[in-house]
């Protein structure tokens, strides 16, 4: 693994700039999708822009459902990064989707709706969509830890 | 049933996205399917302390559910998720291949569902555990609207 950016340097940076696009950068599956993200109304919009390597049924075709279910959790876990105080990453507890429609070949994007914010965990549900959001093509409901983990971090 | 029939073998490479991250075949029988995800530093969701992002064990286990929900399809048939939950029992290492067994619960006329276990060291250590069910549509050649 490159020794990038931590996370915690990554979030700074990215608030100074006040662009997500720095924290991102630090995350590397983040990369590796493809994902960017923009504010508005200082809330996270994240995008995830279409290319073939992401199609799980060539015949329709369609994102792979594992592609737009990653896009969802990277979402909910960028929207509590940037939210937060410190720089701890959200560690995912549990994520279920909703498959509303088939995701085609375009652009999609998502939001998180932070459900509860508790000192410990979070629940939150993200939507994401393609051409209109109010035609969404998948919901979550995600629950994330945001604590630290003990020890050497291997604890739930 | 078609339980005592050998099942089509899968060809994951049919998937791009799949063939992207190496998933690979370990083991298919009927109602059973065994996938392997290669690690990789292109998986890391937390840098600081080399984890595997949840995401990557996500897509691992839609395609295994996935798969596998096709595979246990008629002939001919498509299937399309309808819902997937996982549950991340435990972090995933970022220098480990993860494995997933997926398994059918029922495969009904509309709906195929299935349940999977994720493990790295040993499927005794399960890292995350997943519901999934899916629709079983007409092929899109047929006209099916998703």
Redesign the interface.
């Known amino acids: ?2 020794p ?5 340097e990554a979030l700074a940076a990215a608030r100074r700039a006040e662009d997500p696009g720095p924290l991102i950068a ?8 493809g994902i960017g993200a923009r504010l508005e109304a200082g809330a996270l919009v994240t995008r995830l822009p279409f290319r ?9 075709p ?6 737009v ?3 969802l ?2 979402t909910a ?1 960028l929207d509590l990064l940037w939210r937060q105080e410190g720089a701890t ?1 959200p ?9 509303l ?2 995701a085609g070949p375009r652009d999609s994007f998502a939001r998180a709706h932070v459900a509860r914010l508790g000192r410990r965990v979070a629940s939150l549900r993200v939507e994401a969509w393609q051409d209109d959001p109010a035609r969404p093509i998948a919901q979550a409901h995600a629950h994330m830890l945001l604590t630290a ?1 003990e020890g050497d ?4 | 049933m078609a339980a005592e029939q050998a099942a089509p073998p899968i060809d994951l490479e ?5 063939a ?1 991250l190496g998933i690979e075949v370990v083991e298919q029988a009927a109602g059973r399917l065994v996938l392997r995800l290669p690690a990789g ?16 064990v ?6 295994a559910c ?1 798969f596998l929900a096709f595979a246990s399809a008629p002939a001919g048939r ?1 299937v ?12 995933a ?2 220098d480990r291949d993860v494995f997933a067994e997926a398994l059918t619960s029922r495969v009904a006329r509309q709906v195929v569902f299935c349940r999977a276990s994720a493990w790295q060291e040993s499927p005794a250590q399960p890292i995350a555990s997943a519901l999934g069910s899916f629709m079983i549509n007409e ?3 047929a006209g099916a609207v ?1």
Do not use: C, Q, W
């Not at chain 1, 560690?91 to 498959?99: A, I, K, L, Q």
């Not at chain 2, 996500?58 to 395609?63: E, I, Q, V």
């Open positions: 693994m490159t990038g950016k931590s996370l915690g630090a995350i590397p599956y983040a990369v590796t999708l073939r390597g992401l199609v799980g049924n060539p015949f329709l369609a994102l792979h459902g594992g592609v279910g990653a896009f959790e990277l876990a990453p560690r995912s507890v549990t994520m279920s989707v909703d498959f429609r088939s983990p971090g291997t604890g739930t | 049919l998937s791009p996205h799949v992207a530093p292109a998986l890391i969701g937390d840098p600081d302390r080399g984890l595997l992002f949840g995401g990557a996500y897509t691992l286990m839609d395609t996935g498509h399309a998720t309808l819902d997937l939950r996982v549950d991340y029992l435990a972090p290492s970022g092929p899109p050649a998703p």
